[in-house]
């Protein structure tokens, strides 16, 4: 079987950085490294999770997650229903 493409994956402020697989959300990947990100529901509508992508691409697992449309475009993800497709950076004291 051939590797699944991973992805770098940085936590600002602090700098804590870890590898996502592009198949799997951000959370899970995070929550394996032990990662400092929030989470509650883990399915796109409790929000507890969100922050902001300061850089790099995602695609989302749902089509549409518990963002406003503004909130989308000013960067705002939430992680647990996320997928980098890049790598990428996450401002996590945003909020």
């Not at 749902?62 to 909130?71: D, H, K, Q, T, V």
Request: aromatic share 6%; glycine share 6%.
């Amino acid at each position: 079987m051939p590797d699944r493409p991973r992805f770098h994956v940085t936590l600002h402020p602090d700098g804590l950085a870890f590898e996502a697989a592009a198949d799997e959300a951000i959370l899970k990947a995070a929550l394996r490294a032990l990662a400092p990100l929030r989470s509650s529901c883990r399915n796109g509508t409790c929000r507890s999770c969100i922050c902001m992508l300061e850089s790099g691409t995602i695609a989302y697992e749902i089509e549409w997650p518990g963002l406003s449309a503004e909130e989308k475009r000013e960067g705002w993800i939430l992680p647990c229903v996320a997928r980098a497709t890049s790598d990428v950076v996450l401002r996590t004291d945003s909020i």
